[in-house]
Protein backbone atom coordinates (compact mmCIF):
# COMPACT_ATOMS: atom_id res chain seq x y z
CA UNK A 1 0.00 0.00 0.00
CA UNK A 2 1.53 3.30 -0.93
CA UNK A 3 0.19 6.35 1.09
CA UNK A 4 0.45 9.74 0.12
CA UNK A 5 0.93 12.44 2.73
CA UNK A 6 0.29 16.72 2.80
CA UNK A 7 0.33 16.97 6.07
CA UNK A 8 1.87 20.44 8.08
CA UNK A 9 4.22 17.87 10.17
CA UNK A 10 5.40 15.00 10.43
CA UNK A 11 2.98 14.23 13.94
CA UNK A 12 0.43 15.07 11.88
CA UNK A 13 1.45 12.77 9.36
CA UNK A 14 1.70 9.96 12.46
CA UNK A 15 -1.60 11.09 13.22
CA UNK A 16 -3.49 10.54 9.94
CA UNK A 17 -1.91 7.29 9.44
CA UNK A 18 -2.90 6.32 13.17
CA UNK A 19 -6.67 6.71 12.00
CA UNK A 20 -6.43 5.37 9.09
CA UNK A 21 -4.87 1.76 9.54
CA UNK A 22 -7.07 1.15 12.66
CA UNK A 23 -5.19 -1.94 14.86
CA UNK A 24 -1.46 -0.35 13.85
CA UNK A 25 0.90 0.88 15.99
CA UNK A 26 2.66 4.20 14.96
CA UNK A 27 5.53 5.91 16.34
CA UNK A 28 7.96 8.32 15.20
CA UNK A 29 11.64 6.77 15.93
CA UNK A 30 14.38 9.36 14.85
CA UNK A 31 12.38 11.48 13.36
CA UNK A 32 10.90 8.59 11.13
CA UNK A 33 7.33 7.10 11.24
CA UNK A 34 7.19 3.38 11.74
CA UNK A 35 3.99 1.75 11.45
CA UNK A 36 3.83 -2.30 13.28
CA UNK A 37 0.81 -4.32 11.95
CA UNK A 38 -1.54 -5.21 14.87
CA UNK A 39 -0.26 -7.40 17.31
CA UNK A 40 -1.12 -11.57 17.13
CA UNK A 41 -2.43 -13.29 19.92
CA UNK A 42 0.26 -14.68 21.17
CA UNK A 43 1.91 -11.55 21.80
CA UNK A 44 -1.66 -10.10 23.56
CA UNK A 45 -1.66 -13.65 26.01
CA UNK A 46 1.83 -12.65 27.33
CA UNK A 47 0.72 -8.73 27.87
CA UNK A 48 -2.41 -10.70 29.51
CA UNK A 49 -0.63 -13.00 31.54
CA UNK A 50 2.44 -10.29 32.66
CA UNK A 51 -0.56 -7.89 33.52
CA UNK A 52 -2.47 -10.25 36.00
CA UNK A 53 1.40 -11.07 37.52
CA UNK A 54 1.73 -7.56 37.81
CA UNK A 55 -1.52 -7.13 39.81
CA UNK A 56 -0.62 -10.27 41.79
CA UNK A 57 2.70 -8.97 43.06
CA UNK A 58 1.28 -5.40 44.34
CA UNK A 59 2.02 -2.64 42.06
CA UNK A 60 -0.77 -0.91 42.53
CA UNK A 61 -0.49 -0.94 46.17
CA UNK A 62 3.40 0.50 45.35
CA UNK A 63 2.04 2.88 43.93
CA UNK A 64 2.34 2.18 40.33
CA UNK A 65 0.26 1.69 37.29
CA UNK A 66 0.83 -0.89 34.41
CA UNK A 67 -0.58 0.31 31.02
CA UNK A 68 -0.65 -1.29 28.29
CA UNK A 69 0.20 0.88 24.69
CA UNK A 70 0.90 4.28 26.46
CA UNK A 71 2.93 6.89 24.74
CA UNK A 72 6.76 7.70 25.91
CA UNK A 73 8.03 11.22 24.66
CA UNK A 74 11.20 10.99 23.55
CA UNK A 75 13.88 13.67 23.96
CA UNK A 76 15.76 11.74 20.73
CA UNK A 77 14.14 14.51 18.42
CA UNK A 78 11.28 17.35 18.54
CA UNK A 79 8.22 14.55 17.71
CA UNK A 80 9.71 11.37 18.41
CA UNK A 81 7.73 9.23 20.61
CA UNK A 82 7.12 5.76 21.10
CA UNK A 83 4.03 3.57 22.15
CA UNK A 84 5.49 0.52 24.44
CA UNK A 85 3.82 -2.80 24.31
CA UNK A 86 3.85 -2.31 28.14
CA UNK A 87 4.68 0.12 30.76
CA UNK A 88 5.02 0.13 34.45
CA UNK A 89 4.68 4.14 35.44
CA UNK A 90 4.69 6.24 38.52
CA UNK A 91 0.92 6.21 39.96
CA UNK A 92 0.57 10.01 39.12
CA UNK A 93 1.44 9.67 35.51
CA UNK A 94 -1.41 11.81 34.03
CA UNK A 95 0.63 15.01 35.34
CA UNK A 96 2.68 13.82 32.85
CA UNK A 97 1.66 14.50 29.88
CA UNK A 98 3.33 15.87 27.36
CA UNK A 99 1.22 15.95 24.28
CA UNK A 100 -0.49 13.36 21.60
CA UNK A 101 -1.35 11.29 24.57
CA UNK A 102 2.28 10.90 25.48
CA UNK A 103 3.62 11.17 28.95
CA UNK A 104 6.88 12.42 30.07
CA UNK A 105 9.54 9.71 30.37
CA UNK A 106 10.30 10.62 34.56
CA UNK A 107 7.11 8.60 35.21
CA UNK A 108 8.44 5.68 33.18
CA UNK A 109 10.19 2.65 35.31
CA UNK A 110 10.07 0.14 33.41
CA UNK A 111 9.02 -0.33 29.32
CA UNK A 112 8.79 -3.91 27.74
CA UNK A 113 8.06 -4.96 24.31
CA UNK A 114 6.85 -8.14 23.05
CA UNK A 115 8.57 -8.71 19.84
CA UNK A 116 6.98 -8.96 16.01
CA UNK A 117 7.77 -8.34 12.71
CA UNK A 118 10.01 -4.94 13.95
CA UNK A 119 11.74 -7.21 15.73
CA UNK A 120 15.06 -5.04 14.91
CA UNK A 121 14.11 -1.71 16.33
CA UNK A 122 13.13 -3.47 19.77
CA UNK A 123 16.46 -4.97 20.00
CA UNK A 124 18.80 -2.22 18.68
CA UNK A 125 16.94 1.26 18.22
CA UNK A 126 14.65 1.48 21.14
CA UNK A 127 17.65 0.19 23.63
CA UNK A 128 19.06 3.71 22.63
CA UNK A 129 15.94 5.89 22.49
CA UNK A 130 14.70 4.35 25.67
CA UNK A 131 18.02 4.75 27.37
CA UNK A 132 18.47 8.43 26.18
CA UNK A 133 14.92 8.81 27.53
CA UNK A 134 16.45 7.27 30.95
CA UNK A 135 13.89 5.09 31.35
CA UNK A 136 15.44 2.50 34.66
CA UNK A 137 14.42 -0.67 33.17
CA UNK A 138 14.20 -1.93 29.31
CA UNK A 139 12.51 -5.28 28.86
CA UNK A 140 12.24 -6.89 25.53
CA UNK A 141 10.53 -10.38 25.39
CA UNK A 142 12.53 -11.98 22.23
CA UNK A 143 10.29 -14.29 20.35
CA UNK A 144 12.38 -14.23 17.14
CA UNK A 145 15.52 -15.65 19.48
CA UNK A 146 13.69 -17.13 22.05
CA UNK A 147 15.07 -15.42 24.73
CA UNK A 148 13.93 -12.32 27.30
CA UNK A 149 16.93 -9.46 27.62
CA UNK A 150 16.70 -7.21 30.53
CA UNK A 151 18.38 -4.22 30.22
CA UNK A 152 19.07 -1.34 33.34
CA UNK A 153 20.96 1.49 34.77
CA UNK A 154 20.63 3.86 31.44
CA UNK A 155 23.86 5.80 31.01
CA UNK A 156 23.57 8.59 27.52
CA UNK A 157 22.55 6.10 24.70
CA UNK A 158 22.97 2.83 26.45
CA UNK A 159 22.28 0.81 29.28
CA UNK A 160 24.97 0.00 32.16
CA UNK A 161 23.88 -3.19 32.39
CA UNK A 162 22.18 -5.80 30.06
CA UNK A 163 20.92 -9.65 31.31
CA UNK A 164 19.80 -12.33 28.54
CA UNK A 165 17.51 -14.94 29.71
CA UNK A 166 16.78 -18.31 28.23
CA UNK A 167 13.87 -21.07 28.05
CA UNK A 168 13.85 -22.75 31.32
CA UNK A 169 14.87 -19.70 33.34
CA UNK A 170 13.49 -17.12 35.70
CA UNK A 171 14.66 -13.91 36.90
CA UNK A 172 13.51 -10.99 39.13
CA UNK A 173 12.65 -7.52 38.14
CA UNK A 174 15.21 -4.93 39.25
CA UNK A 175 14.70 -3.70 42.19
CA UNK A 176 14.44 -0.38 40.76
CA UNK A 177 11.49 -0.83 39.35
CA UNK A 178 9.36 -0.62 42.92
CA UNK A 179 8.20 -4.00 43.36
CA UNK A 180 9.68 -8.18 43.32
CA UNK A 181 8.60 -10.57 40.84
CA UNK A 182 9.80 -13.54 39.57
CA UNK A 183 8.93 -14.27 36.21
CA UNK A 184 9.78 -17.21 33.69
CA UNK A 185 11.11 -16.68 30.62
CA UNK A 186 8.71 -19.63 28.78
CA UNK A 187 5.34 -17.67 30.32
CA UNK A 188 6.75 -14.43 28.80
CA UNK A 189 7.59 -16.34 25.35
CA UNK A 190 4.54 -18.15 25.30
CA UNK A 191 2.41 -16.17 27.35
CA UNK A 192 1.30 -19.31 29.81
Known amino acids: MVVILHESSLADAADRL ?3 LPGHRVEILYGSIVVTPPPDGSHQVTLS ?10 ARKAGLRFLQGIGL ?16 VDDDYKDAVVERNCYAPHVFQ ?8 NWGNDLVTKVEMYARANVPVYVVVDRKHGEVLVHSGPVGDAYGA ?3 YQRGQTFTLPSSVGISLDLSVDSLLDGD
Do not use: F, K
Not at 73 to 88: E, M, N, R
Not at 110 to 117: I, Q
Open 73 to 88: WLPTGPDDYAVPDLSI
Open 162 to 164: RSC
Open 18 to 20: WEE
Open 49 to 58: WLTVALHDAG
Open 110 to 117: LVLEVTSS
